[in-house]
């Protein structure tokens, strides 16, 4: 055989032995987890739903240590001032608090979630619009080496440009599946979520541990697959850094939390 040969066969088993790469992703975030014992159904869910979990809550620790033996991925939800003046619970931030409290309140809350690796805004339409809140915020994310979703409780929120500027990994919530948890509407959320997905290449979505919630997600989930569409950990989809490491740790709908 002369070598023209050769390389020509050697050229095609490369080009025919690379797995095609799958270009469309979905990371699912569920949050709200921690005060009611129905919260534990999220451990039925496949591993590669990510959980959120609320600081300083009856359940939080167990179902944050149960989550990630079954190779789920941890945030914390932490409560921040919203428009509505909604109640906090435990761990909120408010534009009330000083940067000490503020940064206090923030670590406690992590040491509270056992294998945080990143964090999300539970509420916070309010708080997410100040820069100086959003400045201690990512000052504080920075020494824990987490990364944040933005969960877009308003269209105003200034957390993406504090973060750019610090250098913290940061992703958007694009999507939220169950405002509504009738069937009909969580199978119309679900369609755009593989809309989105397929037209952009990439989706975050949260939704929250309601049982019509679960139940929908885990008949439904094999989907996803079929449309080409891989679910994968929130961190996959960060643009550096944190996505690499271990745990220690469009369109937007206006969610006012």
Excluded: C
């Amino acid at each position: 055989m002369n070598p023209n040969s050769v390389r020509l066969l050697l050229l095609f088993a490369v080009l025919f032995s690379v797995s095609p790469v799958n270009a469309s992703q979905v990371s699912i975030i569920i949050d709200d987890i921690g005060y009611r014992q129905t919260d534990e159904a999220v451990l039925t869910l496949p591993s590669t739903i990510t959980l959120s979990v609320l600081p300083h809550t009856p359940l939080g620790q167990n179902i944050a240590m149960s989550a990630n033996k079954r190779g789920h991925e941890i945030m914390l939800h932490i409560p921040m001032q919203a428009l509505n003046g909604k109640v906090l619970g435990p761990g909120g931030l408010t534009n009330q608090m000083g940067e000490v409290e503020f940064k206090h309140t923030i670590n406690q809350a992590l040491d509270s979630i056992p294998y945080a690796k990143g964090v999300n805004n539970h509420m916070g339409s309010l708080l997410t619009q100040l820069d100086e809140p959003m400045q201690w915020l990512m000052e504080s994310l920075k020494q824990q080496d987490s990364y944040f979703v933005d969960s877009m409780t308003t269209r105003y929120s200034k957390a993406a440009d504090t973060a750019n500027m610090l250098g913290i990994p940061l992703l958007k919530r694009q999507l939220f599946l169950d405002n509504d948890v009738t069937q009909s509407a969580l199978e119309k959320q679900f369609q755009q979520l593989i809309q989105l997905a397929n037209a952009q290449g990439s989706v975050v979505a949260i939704a929250h541990p309601y049982p019509e919630t679960i139940r929908f997600l885990n008949e439904n989930l094999p989907r996803l697959a079929e449309q080409g569409i891989t679910l994968v950990r929130t961190s996959s989809l960060l643009p550096y850094r944190v996505a690499q490491q271990e745990p220690k740790n469009s369109p937007t709908t206006t969610h006012l939390r």
